[in-house]
Nanobody, 123 residues
Framework: QVQVVESGGGLVQAGGSLRLSCATS????????MGWYRQAPGKQRESVAT???????NYADSVKGRFTISRDSAKNTVYLQMTSLKPEDTAVYYC?????????????????WGQGTQVTVSS
């Protein structure tokens, strides 16, 4: 089994900063891509930032220059440093990881979601 747990959300004023963490645990061979997504009330879930196993990053236009994604492969953890936060960043933030497992001679990759962490930015 694989567990994905986010932490670090909270309430912050506009212009402030928060750092989200997402730790993956369980039995697996490796973690490939990792990413952060968010879902605001009444809106669809959207990609915020992703990072590959080779540390290539990709950001949504709305967060470029303000958010930074990074990973610590030794800790199976991905981070999202958020600065210059805006009220429109308010959402539930979810972590997604692509985990490679091995069983009965077969490698398989499966995506896992965390439970989400609330980020609220007040104006």
């Amino acid at each position: 089994q694989v567990q994905v747990v986010e932490s670090g959300g909270g309430l912050v004023q506009a212009g402030g900063s928060l750092r989200l963490s997402c730790a993956t645990s369980g039995t697996f061979v490796s973690i490939n891509a990792m990413g952060w997504y968010r879902q605001a009330p009444g809106k669809q879930r959207e990609s915020v930032a992703t990072i590959t196993s080779g540390s290539t990053t990709n950001y949504a236009d709305s967060v470029k220059g303000r958010f930074t994604i990074s990973r610590d492969s030794a800790k199976n953890t991905v981070y999202l440093q958020m600065t210059s936060l805006k009220p429109e960043d308010t959402a539930v933030y979810y972590c997604n990881v692509a985990v490679e497992s091995y069983s009965r001679g077969i490698f398989t990759t499966r995506n896992y979601w965390g439970q989400g962490t609330q980020v609220t930015v007040s104006s």
